[in-house]
């Protein structure tokens, strides 16, 4: 493996490579199409409202109508990329995405814009930290949590190739791109290994890569050589990777969501079931209180210190320490 | 509550004005304060929950759980600015906690939360949430044969959600009297107009079709609400819908029907001249 990857400076907001590329791709491609919920600015999807408003359908506040009309377009040949809060359209339309898109196995495209803890002090009706969980347990949907813009726009295209359910979890929140090496390439259900290493691996995806990339380099300080992953495919998921990061007997998980049933949940039930090692889940334990999404990140400590503090946890435990 | 007895109706009018005058000078300064929030909707809204509070429900601060107190809920849970500088001066949080608004670790989080600010009968932020949680407040009251009464606000774009056209469906079929349901009808949504998105009219004649009372009346004349929302049930046997005709970011001459205010936040030198307008 080359030299490490690496967070470059400079901080973007991923809606901005989601509608980019977006765009880009509805130029070559007429079956494209938009559904939101009042939602046009907040999935930054004004461009392509101005440049193709009969291909932008606005439902009105209607989550559980937008992702039906969303399967009834697809029923036409279209390619709808339905966009809004990812909370609300993950909660409140979650059956509609189950019987309509998931069952139903149709060509819809979920986009849920500022998951996590972006909306930070609107609070847990506006967070989305349960969405993987929800999600995950459907059949025939597949899940990226993308980390940067290339991620992003790779996702999207990915997404428009693919001919069936995806669902892109993106954010708000400010992050660097990485650098990556020439040619990497993205694709459904492939991990990334972004910094080789034995003592330990660290799990991430979205906006948890660049922490713990962060942490990976303090660790290799300390003498300690973390592996880290980014594991933006939930599903489908990357098996082989995850058992190899077994091998270090010593793993840590971190993400924007809950602590049940996110990546962490994925990543236990492989490993648990099959090459058995010692992990910390970093993520939200319950409710959040007030505050901003970086208040919230340190408050629960998802930082790169909190990764540095949990890998050595992990290591003690492994060594029966 | 009870000192209003013995007000004229023109005092009584007068002390409703200036509670809304001081709801909305207080709702400014949190949104400015804590730079982030919904003012239009806060303004629009700031009448509404004025009459209500100090002319109309009957609760006691002291005792926000007493079982025979009327309810309310705000269904557009965005507008916390509104709804609490409104429970501070009725009482029910301390008027200083309102410069915790959506600080860290702050019980004023940016939508309501029951368990930590009394007066607060159910969560809300996902809109579309209040009229079914009425309508089980209404039916439990039935059941008891209390009078007591429900009130729920929403939002003229939240209207486009159907869960409120379920809960207004059950509510007209099992005659709800005590329940009353008010729009907050400014016209603006979060990105556009209403009629630009998904049109609601005619809104008074859909409620009527699922068996609804209904009344036009404008949501910044307090006089006008008085008459309206503190009029008793008496033997009308329909819920209520109150359209109240409001515009977004009224009171404040820059913000009135501008949709970029749904969650604006004012600079100094708005702030400066909001407040001057609302001195
Ligand atoms: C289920 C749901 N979808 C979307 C949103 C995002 N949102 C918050 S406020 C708002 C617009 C509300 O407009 P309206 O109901 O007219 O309220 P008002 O004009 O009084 O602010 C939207 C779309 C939300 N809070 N809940
Ligand atoms: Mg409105």
Same mark, same amino acid.
């Given at each position: ?15 901005? /490579? ?15 199409? *938009?559904?939101?919920?009042?939602? +046009? ?20 506040? !209607?989550?559980?109508?937008? +992702? ?16 809004? !809060? ?114 330990? *691996? ?12 962060? *942490? ?50 994925? +990543? !236990? ?18 409710? /959040?209180?007030?505050?901003? *999404? ?15 503090? !949990? ?11 | ?34 730079? &982030? ?7 629009? @809204? ?73 007066? @607060? ?20 009251? &039935? ?8 009130? @729920? ?6 209207? &486009? ?16 009297? $005590? ?10 949504? $979060? ?66 029907? &501008? @949709? $970029? ?6 600079? $100094? ?11």
């Amino acid at each position: 493996m080359a030299a490490a990857v690496q967070n470059a400076p400079g901080l973007h907001d991923c809606r901005d /490579a989601f509608a980019k590329t977006l765009e880009a791709l509805a130029e070559a491609d007429g079956r494209i199409v *938009a559904v939101v919920n009042d939602s +046009v600015g907040s999935s930054k999807l004004g461009g392509f409202k101005k440049r193709w408003p009969e291909r932008l359908v606005n439902v009105g506040i !209607a989550e559980q109508n937008m +992702v039906g009309v969303g399967a009834g377009l697809a029923n036409g040949g279209k390619v709808p990329f339905v966009s809004g !809060a990812a909370c609300f359209l993950t909660g409140r339309a979650l059956e509609q995405i189950k019987a309509d898109v998931a069952y139903s196995n149709t060509n819809v495209k979920l986009a849920g814009i500022s998951s996590g803890v972006a909306y930070g002090e609107l609070g847990p009706t506006h967070h989305s930290i349960e969405d993987l969980a929800w999600l995950r347990l459907l059949p025939n949907l597949t899940i990226v949590v993308p980390s940067d813009p290339w991620e992003t726009a790779e996702a999207v295209k990915a997404a428009v190739a693919h001919e069936g359910p995806v669902f892109l979890r993106l954010s708000r929140m400010p992050v660097p791109e990485l650098k990556r090496p020439e040619g990497a390439r993205f694709q459904f259900g492939k991990a990334e290994v972004l910094r080789a290493g034995t003592d330990a *691996a660290i799990i991430a995806n979205g906006v948890m890569v660049t922490r713990a990339l962060v *942490a990976a380099e303090a660790l290799a300080e300390a003498g300690i050589a973390a592996r880290v992953i980014n594991l933006s495919s939930i599903a489908p998921i990357d098996r082989e990777v995850i058992l190899a990061a077994a091998e270090t007997g010593a793993i840590v998980t971190i993400e924007e969501h809950s602590i049940r049933g996110g990546l962490g949940g994925a +990543v !236990a039930e492989i490993v648990s079931t099959t090459r058995p090692a010692a992990m910390r889940i970093l993520g939200f334990p319950g409710f /959040a209180p007030t505050g901003s *999404a970086e208040f919230l990140l340190e408050h629960f400590g998802l930082t790169s210190e909190g990764i540095v503090r !949990a890998v050595h946890e992990v290591i003690a435990m492994r060594d029966g320490r | 509550m009870l000192e209003k007895i013995s007000q004229t109706s023109d005092e009584r009018i007068a002390a409703i004005r200036e509670k809304a005058r001081i709801i909305r000078r207080r709702a400014i300064q949190m949104v400015f304060d804590a730079k &982030q929030g919904h003012p239009g909707g806060d303004m629009s @809204v700031t009448d509404i929950l004025a009459t209500l509070y100090f002319g109309v429900l009957r609760y006691d601060p002291a005792q926000p759980d007493d079982p025979a107190r009327d309810r309310f809920v705000l269904s557009k849970g965005h507008c916390t600015g509104a709804l609490y500088a409104t429970l501070a001066e009725a009482g029910f949080i301390p008027l200083d906690e309102l410069a915790t608004y959506m600080r860290p670790l702050s019980m004023l989080n940016g939508h309501p939360n029951r368990n930590y600010v009394p007066g @607060v009968e159910t969560n809300t932020g996902p809109l579309g949430h209040g009229m079914p949680v009425a309508v089980g407040m209404a039916i439990a009251g &039935q059941i008891d044969g209390s009078d007591r009464r429900v009130f @729920v606000v929403t939002g003229d774009g939240e209207q &486009q959600e159907g869960s409120n056209w379920e809960a207004g469906m059950i509510a007209g079929h099992r005659h709800l009297a $005590q329940l009353t349901l008010i729009i907050d009808r400014n016209h603006l949504q $979060q990105g556009a107009r209403t009629d630009e998105t998904n049109d609601l009219e005619p809104l008074a004649d859909k409620w009527r079709a699922f068996g609804w009372h209904v009344v036009d009346v404008d949501g910044h004349d307090h006089a006008a609400l008085l008459d309206v929302l503190g009029a008793p049930v008496g033997d009308r046997v329909k819920p209520l819908c109150v359209i109240a005709h409001t515009h977004k970011g009224n009171g404040i001459s820059y913000m009135v029907d &501008q @949709v $970029q205010w749904h969650h604006g936040v004012p600079n $100094q030198e708005q702030y400066e001249l909001a407040m001057e307008e609302l001195a």
